[in-house]
């Protein structure tokens, strides 16, 4: 496969390592040519890197084997989950989840990742969660979605900018790709 075609949440082999692309962006700058600028998160030892690649450089994508399971908790750096057809429970460090720490809040459902050996490397988070504000300066009356928005501290300890008119104690829809705020989310929200 080429590098171009990397996105974000993908695993490929470069020297023997695992490594999982955080970002992926095409750049072309004003002389030269496209390049690939990229973050990426080795999975054993959780070190990020900010990396360029050309566009046609090959890579070794490793296929991923999902399973369906539900977060737990987490106690110290490691958090546990359980498959939800066999009851077996996994767990993952901190420094695999990287971020994804931020969106995770009991019961909520994910999907454990296996390389065709069988080794747990990560989880892929739906593409929203529901959390609640923790943490923000009171809201405004007749604010907009437009305005300029403030900084809210989510109950996980996520950071989202929100609009003005938002309190402390709603629950909202947090897209988990960039961190934004999606919506209010109603009382019968689920995880999409």
Do not use: C, W
């Not at 498959?83 to 009991?106: A, C, F, H, M, R």
């Not at 309190?167 to 790709?177: A, H, Q, S, Y």
């Amino acid at each position: 496969m080429q590098a171009i075609n990397l996105k974000k949440g993908m695993v490929f082999n470069q020297e023997g390592k695992l490594i999982r692309v955080l970002k992926a962006n095409h750049h072309k700058p004003g002389k030269g040519n496209t390049v690939m600028q990229m973050d990426l998160r080795d999975v054993k030892s959780g070190a990020v890197v900010h990396k360029t690649m050309r566009p046609t450089e090959k890579i070794d994508l490793v296929e991923l084997t999902k399973k369906t399971a539900q977060y737990l908790y987490g106690e110290g750096d490691v958090y546990t989950f359980m498959d939800t057809d066999t009851y077996e429970q996994y767990e993952v460090s901190k420094d695999q989840l990287g971020n994804d720490v931020q969106y995770l809040i009991p019961n909520i459902n994910v999907s454990l990742e296996f390389t065709d050996e069988g080794k747990l490397i990560g989880i892929e988070l739906p593409s929203t969660v529901v959390l609640t504000v923790k943490e923000t300066q009171p809201g405004i009356k007749g604010a907009t979605v437009a305005g300029g928005g403030k900084p809210a501290t989510m109950e996980t300890g996520l950071v989202v900018q929100v609009p003005d008119f938002i309190n402390e104690g709603e629950k909202l829809v947090i897209g988990t790709d960039e961190g934004d705020y999606k919506g209010r989310a109603d009382n019968n929200a689920k995880f999409n």
